[in-house]
């Protein structure tokens, strides 16, 4: 049976304050399953809608995670910060992949820790 999921990474050189961090990956999850096919997230829903919030160094690795993500035809969803509180205009701060299949989305993130 095929299952699905939806990964959110989170830059951990911005050092976020916690609501920040979550806003931030609220954006990213919306973001993503709008560009999704509905098909994809109808069966992601029904499945409980599972998310796992992951970590990554920097800038240089969410872009790179973001790319393999879209050259494997994932959608994926990066976040640009509009700078209103407490990070600078135009900061990257988290990607959404998927929703998608599971072994999809952890042949790319596998080796990802948790947030």
């Known amino acids: 049976m095929t299952t699905y999921k939806q990964v959110i990474l989170v ?3 911005l050092k976020l304050p916690k609501g920040k961090a979550a806003a931030q990956v609220a954006h990213a999850s919306v973001e993503a399953v709008l560009k ?3 098909s994809i997230v109808k069966a992601w829903r029904e499945e ?3 998310k ?7 800038e240089k690795e969410l872009i790179q995670y973001f790319q393999e993500a879209k050259d494997s035809g994932i959608k994926a969803s990066l976040i640009t910060d ?3 509180t407490v990070i600078a205009p135009g900061t990257k701060t988290c990607v959404a992949i998927g929703p998608d299949e599971e072994e999809k989305i ?3 993130t596998s080796e990802l820790s948790l947030l």
């Open 106 to 108: 952890d042949a790319l």
């Open 48 to 50: 409980g809608m599972a």
């Open 52 to 58: 796992i919030v992951l970590k990554v160094k920097d």
């Open 36 to 38: 999704s096919d509905a």
């Open 11 to 13: 830059r951990q050189d």
């Open 82 to 84: 509009a700078g209103r």
